[in-house]
């Protein structure tokens, strides 16, 4: 099971779902894609530890591997394409949930 930007509610809200939030998916081929590709090119570890901040770490290990889709904690070059990439996607959802667009 993967959470992707996509599966985030359409108003670009994070945290904890609330109750009546409409969700962007990319349909059942565009998921499976994209698990298929998680699981070719995506690793995680976990590490128990006293000593060290999780936050901490998780800067260290973005700023080492400097994934794409992260926006944040380095220099990402495609930053600002993928903000207008994501708010694009997020008026497609909100167009969708008021059906003004069909599923494709």
Not at 4 to 9: D, L
Not at 36 to 45: C, D, Q, T, V
Not at 54 to 60: G, M, S
Not at 67 to 93: D, I
Request: charged content about 25%.
């Amino acid at each position: 099971m993967h959470t992707t930007f996509g599966s985030c509610p359409a108003r670009g809200a994070t945290g904890t779902p609330q109750r009546g939030a409409h969700y962007y998916t990319f349909g059942e081929e565009g998921e499976a894609r994209l698990t298929r590709w998680l699981e070719e090119h995506a690793s995680f570890a976990c590490r128990a530890t006293e000593d060290l901040i999780a936050e901490d770490v998780e800067t260290q290990l973005i700023q080492l591997v400097t994934p794409p889709l992260n926006l944040t904690k380095w220099g990402n070059p495609l930053k600002q394409r993928m903000r207008e990439a994501r708010k694009a996607m997020e008026v497609r959802a909100a167009e969708f949930q008021r059906g003004l667009l069909s599923e494709g």
